[in-house]
């Protein structure tokens, strides 16, 4: 008998190493693919790699015998706990702080409050519809977390091909946008999981809106924190003069330390390795040594490059998964039907926020310049069309145990998330090049300027090191020519909060914890303290 589960375990032990085997070796091919596909930019890596995974599942499935289609069990540890957290964590640390803090405003109209009204307008057509449909036995907390799933975007098609040179205004805000709405339909979903909703009255509501404030501050303070101390450590003890791995391995696990506590306390963890990625940039990363900078620029970069495609394999093989599409095999129709009205609902509530929050953000600026143009608004209305993990891992975790369910209306809720990642993905994303070239088409003088450059431009993955000259906003646009009247606002601003925080910084929190223009402790040479710029 024992010798018979030695057996067993050994030989689950070898299938578990064929399918990670498996599993790497199309993560490859999603890579090499995705280089051959570079030059049309029809095709991201997002879609190749769901191209991949869907073919992949055919295969599994005809191997099986039509018993499973995909090599990993999905977990949500597995994308919550190690997957989203580099990718959240990469896009604060590249974000062009600059442009994102002079947009912050508009930032948070659409990422916080459009995210707030897109959940209200899906979770009323939910309740409204789905409830005449009969597709199951459906509580009011799973409409209103059907709000939360499908008000998450996934902007990566429209960041692909906008050039943050040509348009650095809409560059910021879909960018911009697209996290904090991540971290505000995060927030939003856990703070109904949290409540009683089968009751809902006003001080059920205050509480719900008071936890929801709550989640938001204190997890950006968290990621705030975090930021500093690693800055201050850093700057104190100054870890190159012995080893550079120490530091760079000190801000990865710094990073990763803040989201974990951030789960710890039943906090956002995606809002606070955001903010932790931000203020890591502006001051951690000028603390350490020059090849520290390249190291940690490049390290993060590739694991957050190499999570997004491993998601959307995994969401590839596992939209063929047999369990979930056998318990609704005998309505197919009402399946379709579900997933095109979620589909129109995601449509309405994505203009209903966009176009009026627009107009608002307008009214606030004083230059044209600053204005967010029809054309633009269409754009950033397209943008945030498409849904990715995050919808699919919210999905799961509401209407799957450990990836399965037997029950009719979660199976219907779970194929139908699938379908619309799917749809919006593949669809929308290979209309979003020819949409964008119709709607904003490059100018000449700035296409001759662009193609003048070398062949390997900088993005927004690998920004180029700087010897405290320039900053990264300054370099992303030096090219794009601008009316003096802004570039005087812009190098010279007088009454705005961009410029009162840099005096703020200059005077108080640059001396403690480092950042541009901050030269390291060397044996034999002076440490100055000389950063005036915000980068």
Request: hydrophobic share 45%; with cysteine.
């Amino acid at each position: 008998m024992a010798t018979g589960i030695l057996n067993s375990v050994l030989g689950s032990d070898h299938s578990s190493v064929v399918s990670m085997n498996l599993f790497v070796a199309l993560l490859c091919g999603c890579i090499v693919i995705g280089h051959l596909l570079e030059e049309t930019r029809w095709m991201n890596e997002s879609i190749t790699a769901l191209a991949i995974g869907v073919c992949t599942g055919v295969v599994i499935l005809l191997t099986t015998g039509g018993k499973s289609s995909h090599l990993l069990v999905f977990s949500e540890d597995l994308f919550f706990i190690y997957l989203l957290p580099p990718i959240i964590f990469n896009a604060g640390f590249q974000v062009k702080k600059k442009q994102f803090f002079r947009n912050f405003m508009t930032i948070m109209l659409f990422g916080a409050v459009g995210t707030l009204i897109s959940f209200a307008i899906i979770s009323v057509g939910a309740i409204e519809i789905f409830k005449k449909m009969n597709i199951g036995n459906l509580q009011i907390g799973d409409y209103l977390a059907i709000g939360a799933i499908f008000s998450a975007t996934d902007s990566v098609c429209t960041l692909q091909v906008l050039n943050q040179d040509e348009t650095p205004l809409l560059y910021s805000l879909v960018f911009g946008e697209g996290v904090v709405n991540d971290a505000t339909s995060v927030v939003l979903f856990n703070a109904i999981q949290s409540f009683d909703l089968s009751h809902i009255n006003t001080t059920t509501a205050l509480q719900f809106v008071g936890n929801f404030l709550y989640l938001f501050i204190s997890s950006t303070l968290l990621g705030v924190l975090a930021g500093l101390l690693s800055a201050f450590i850093i700057k104190k003890l100054y870890f190159g003069r012995h080893s550079t791995d120490r530091e760079v391995a000190l801000m990865i696990l710094m990073a990763y330390l803040s989201y974990m506590l951030a789960e710890l306390f039943y906090l956002s963890g995606i809002l606070t390795v955001f903010f932790c990625g931000i203020v890591m940039s502006h001051y951690t990363w000028h603390n350490v040594t020059e090849s520290s900078r390249v190291t940690t620029k490049h390290a993060f970069a590739t694991l957050s490059f190499v999570a997004e495609i491993f998601i959307f394999l995994y969401v590839g093989m596992d939209a063929l998964d047999i369990e979930k599409w056998r318990v609704i095999s005998d309505t197919p129709g009402k399946s379709v039907g579900v997933s095109s009205i979620l589909l129109g609902l995601i449509l309405v509530g994505r203009a209903a926020f966009v176009f009026p929050l627009s107009f608002v953000s307008n009214l606030m600026k004083k230059t044209p310049y600053e204005k967010i143009g029809f054309k633009q608004q269409v754009t950033i209305w397209w943008a945030g069309l498409m849904r990715g993990a995050v919808s699919i891992a919210l999905a799961y975790n509401q209407f799957t145990s450990l990836g399965h369910t037997q029950l009719r209306g979660n199976a219907m809720m779970i194929t139908s998330t699938i379908t619309v990642v799917l749809f919006s993905t593949v669809v929308f994303g290979l209309m979003t090049k020819p949409l964008i070239r119709i709607l904003l088409p490059s100018p000449k003088h700035l296409t001759r300027m662009l193609s003048s450059e070398p062949s390997t431009p900088k993005s927004f993955i690998v920004p180029l090191l700087d010897n405290g000259q320039e900053s990264e906003a300054d370099q992303g646009n030096r090219n794009v020519l601008r009316p003096s009247s802004l570039r005087m606002l812009l190098t010279t601003p007088s009454h705005t909060v961009h410029y009162y925080w840099r005096k703020f910084d200059d005077a108080f929190m640059r001396p403690v914890f480092g950042g541009r223009g901050f030269v390291p402790f060397v044996p034999g040479s002076p440490t100055e303290q000389n950063g005036h710029q915000w980068q």
